[in-house]
């Protein structure tokens, strides 16, 4: 069996968190850090594609 690789293994981690981060109460993430919210955007666009957040 082969291992994945550490980058999928990495790709795996953070489309993960990026569908919690898609359910988690939008004051939660209000109050997160603008930098911290470019990052969850980013994370939810290499899951769904880009162009989520252009609307």
Do not use: C, W, Y
């Not at 994945?4 to 997160?32: C, G, H, K, W, Y």
């Not at 911290?36 to 769904?48: K, P």
Request: aromatic share 4%; hydrophobic share 40%; proline share 7%.
């Amino acid at each position: 069996m082969k291992t994945p690789s550490p980058e999928r293994n990495r790709l795996d981690e953070l489309t993960a968190f990026a569908r919690l981060m898609q359910d988690m109460d939008p004051e939660v993430i209000q109050a997160a850090t603008r930098a911290e919210r470019h990052r969850i955007a980013a994370l939810i666009e290499l899951q769904e594609g880009p162009g989520r957040f252009l609307a």
